[in-house]
């Protein structure tokens, strides 16, 4: 008869974890439904696959308005004692640093801003484009309140704003400064959003803008369905590398934050870290529309 340490090595040979074994490397994980508690539940198999279960537990709130709090009180205590692992939307600050969390960026999510191939200009001001997003209404638009337009060539726009039956798919671009309330509040309520749709209008009114998501660029410009200029924003265009390394003024990381010292090679703790700076992780990135994290120099 085979003994228990026979019969645990067999088991983990052919990718079964015994109960015993598995409770010691279970991390539990504390986010926001969205996007943070997404990204771990689409993880999952692959990280059981590593030897590593996630305990999914989703924080109640408004993720946009109170991102912050679940780094402070209780939870962050237990974030920094090793219990738990959650996740935020900005890196890490020197005194969270210094109060012992740690950080692996899972990938970045980023708003654009897409015009018909004639608008006469090519880059957008953020601090214009924010100040168009702060009116409480919409109102009339010229491309000069946007950014940089050449002499007699300032004209009225108008916004191409997607259908869609729900708002909660705009919530990270109202953070990202890429929508407002009151663009929000415009959109005409009767199909489920569709990029294309967009893009089409876009494309046959020359007066046209319409904020989107960076998907749009990673999904449809490969294969065109309509000529559409993608602009810049403070003469920065997004791609994947200014998404991922911040440069591109509307992105915003995904962090997973966790306790350094806890974080040991052998705990499950460290096998989730290892595990997210791995390719792997960068696949369920994308799968989640995030741009992965720029690969580490060196």
Known sequence: MKSALSLAATALAFGFVPAALAESDVVTVRAYFDPGFNYFRAAQDSLAQAGVKLELKAVEGDWLKDEPLHLRGATAKAVVAGAVVTTATRHLTAAERAAGLEEVTLG?????????????????????????????????????????????????????LPDTMFKAWAAPLVKLRVLSEAIIASMPKKTAIEPEDVSIRVSQDKTAIAPFGYNFVTENLAHPLSPVKILKVDGVAPTNATVADGTYPLAMPLVAVYAAKAATPQSALGKLVT????????????????????????
């Open 108 to 160: 970045s999510f980023a708003g654009i801003v897409m015009a018909h191939p004639a608008a006469p200009i090519e880059s957008i001001d953020l601090k214009k484009w924010t100040a168009v997003l702060a009116r409480k209404k919409l109102g009339a638009l010229k491309w000069s309140e946007l950014g940089t337009v050449a002499a007699g060539k300032d004209g009225p726009v108008s916004w191409a």
């Open 275 to 298: 595990w997210l700076k791995s390719e792997r992780s960068a696949r369920v990135a994308t799968m989640r529309a995030l741009v992965p994290a720029a690969p580490a120099k060196g």
